[in-house]
T-cell receptor, first 113, second 114 residues
Framework: DAKTTQPTSMDCAEGRAANLPCNHS???????VYWYRQIHSQGPQYIIH???NNETNEMASLIITEDRKSSTLILPHATLRDTAVYYC??????????????FGTGTRLKVLA | GAGVSQSPRYKVAKRGQDVALRCDPI?????LFWYQQALGQGPEFLTY????????KSGLPSDRFFAERPEGSVSTLKIQRTQQEDSAVYLC????????????FGPGTRLTVL
């Protein structure tokens, strides 16, 4: 399994950018990096994913290093509602054209007023 | 509804009791996943369906756990003779045929075994 490591927790001031790092040094060439977040008492919510190019959507930006061994999720203007556990995931192929996600323990982000 | 729904949202069972947890995926979603999430931990993969076929059940912790999706839509996760260590949130996720990483998760069922 391609594993990911993330800091256990981070704080960020409201309105500032939150930069969440992730290491995935064993990622293989065709594996995508996914980010999900889980707000208390809810199911995980998809944020963004990428292969090797940087990606941006309405929620966040994803910066992947050239060697693909690490990535950073950027929330450009964190709000209190962004307080959640953020999971960096490398998906594992099931050999049938689909995949499963191996979650780690994630980073608990607390946005401070 | 537009999302994945799960029922019940909360279930309390006495040790030894059988329970059944239901997942209604998004209509048209081919893939369906079950995950178990213990308190303070990330979700752990249990099993995966593609339509009605259970293609991977490697994460089921014991033969007391059984999942089915007989018509390729609604799925049920059954736990027989529940134990205290089965207490967790059980999450269901579904994804469309053009799977590109956007798995949609339900709110989960919180199971407490006394």
């Amino acid at each position: 399994d391609a594993k990911t490591t993330q800091p256990t927790s981070m704080d960020c001031a409201e309105g500032r950018a939150a930069n969440l790092p992730c290491n995935h040094s064993t990622i293989s060439g065709n594996e995508y990096v996914y980010w999900y977040r889980q707000i208390h008492s809810q199911g995980p919510q998809y944020i963004i994913h990428g292969l090797k190019n940087n990606e941006t959507n309405e929620m966040a930006s994803l910066i992947i290093t050239e060697d693909r061994k690490s990535s950073t999720l950027i929330l450009p203007h964190a709000t209190l509602r962004d307080t959640a556990v953020y999971y960096c995931i490398v998906r594992e192929g099931l050999g049938s054209g689909t995949y499963k996600y191996i979650f780690g323990t994630g980073t608990r982000l607390k946005v401070l007023a | 509804g537009a999302g994945v729904s799960q029922s019940p949202r909360y279930k309390v069972a006495k040790r030894g009791q059988d329970v059944a947890l239901r997942c209604d995926p998004i209509s048209g979603h081919v893939s369906l996943f079950w995950y178990q999430q213990a308190l303070g931990q990330g979700p752990e993969f249990l099993t995966y369906f593609q339509n009605e076929a259970q293609l991977d059940k490697s994460g089921l912790p014991s033969d007391r756990f059984f999942a089915e999706r007989p018509e390729g839509s609604v799925s049920t996760l059954k736990i027989q003779r529940t134990q205290q260590e089965d207490s967790a949130v059980y999450l269901c996720a579904s994804s469309p045929p053009e799977w590109r990483g956007k798995g949609f998760f339900g709110p989960g069922t919180r199971l407490t075994v006394l």
